[in-house]
């Protein structure tokens, strides 16, 4: 099987529609697993561990959260430095002054 155990987590409710031929292969599936696990597993659960098994194999999903991931950092990072978006005039100004000296060094060891 493509998926495993249910593993029991805290759950909010959320009221879905599915076609009859959606749900008799539900059904089916839940015969499934029964037999392979040897214990009866509800709608909820059984459709809970399939869309988590597929958003956890779709590559474009990890790649969207990682991305999102990153984003988080950065704003964070951001807000730690207290700069916002964008550094102050004052931080700009250091940090060219930085790169000046720095781009100095490097023509004069050269």
Do not use: C, W
């Not at 539900?26 to 029964?34: A, D, G, N, P, T």
């Not at 990890?62 to 730690?80: D, P, S």
């Amino acid at each position: 099987m493509l998926i495993g155990r249910i593993e029991y987590d805290p759950k909010k409710h959320f009221p879905l529609q599915l076609p009859e031929s959606t749900l008799g292969r539900l059904e089916l599936y839940k015969e499934l697993y029964q037999q392979t696990f040897g214990e009866k597993v509800a709608n909820n659960d059984l459709v809970d561990l399939m869309l988590t098994n597929v958003m956890d194999r779709d590559r474009e999903f990890k790649r969207f959260l990682r991305e999102e991931e990153r984003k988080k950092k950065l704003e964070a990072k951001q807000q730690e430095r207290g700069t916002g978006t964008s550094p102050s005039v004052g931080e700009a100004e250091t940090e060219s002054h930085a790169e000046a000296q720095s781009h100095q060094r490097e023509q004069h060891q050269a």
